[in-house]
């Protein structure tokens, strides 16, 4: 069984290893769970787009003292007593959705669709590879996985 996971959409493409510092080119790489509210051009448009999640994705940008996952466990039970946290909770809901569209959308132009989802296709049973089963489970935002399917089922 293969399971894919934030990692495997971050470090998706064998020709664009992850470095540090990123660069411009690469700022609209898929991230990982704790860069989900990374500073960088990229990243800000969808802020801008969301100003009511700005109060949160300040503080999440700086969150030490938890995982990012405490973190917004902490401001949904807060969202339950104060409305203008659930303002700012529910801008933060469409701030993810279309940054991790956006991520795909443009992570796929810049690799020209050269992925490792692609290389992971080309083992499934009907091409003769080892894989026995894929079955693709993820978000549905997520297209890395999904185009990297629909070329495989188009053979």
């Not at 801008?91 to 992570?107: M, N």
């Not at 992971?120 to 009907?126: G, I, M, Q, S, V």
């Not at 990297?148 to 188009?154: G, K, V």
Request: hydrophobic fraction near 35%.
């Amino acid at each position: 069984m293969v399971i894919f996971g934030a990692g495997a959409s971050y470090d998706s493409a064998a020709t664009f290893p992850p470095r540090t510092p990123v660069g411009v080119d690469e700022e609209s790489r898929p991230p990982l769970a704790d860069g989900l509210f990374q500073q960088n051009t990229f990243f800000d448009r969808w802020v801008e787009r969301y100003p009511d999640c700005t109060p949160l994705v300040t503080r999440l940008r700086l969150h030490t003292r938890a995982t990012l996952e405490d973190e917004m466990e902490r401001y949904c039970l807060e969202a339950e007593h104060e409305p203008q946290r659930a303002v700012e909770l529910n801008a933060v809901r469409y701030y993810l959705r279309w940054l991790l569209w956006g991520c795909s959308t443009e992570w796929l132009q810049h690799t020209k669709g050269v992925t490792n989802y692609v290389s992971l296709e080309e083992h499934a049973p009907d091409r003769g590879g080892a894989l026995r089963h894929v079955q693709l489970r993820h978000p549905p935002r997520a297209r890395l996985p999904s185009v990297a399917a629909a070329r495989h089922a188009l053979g």
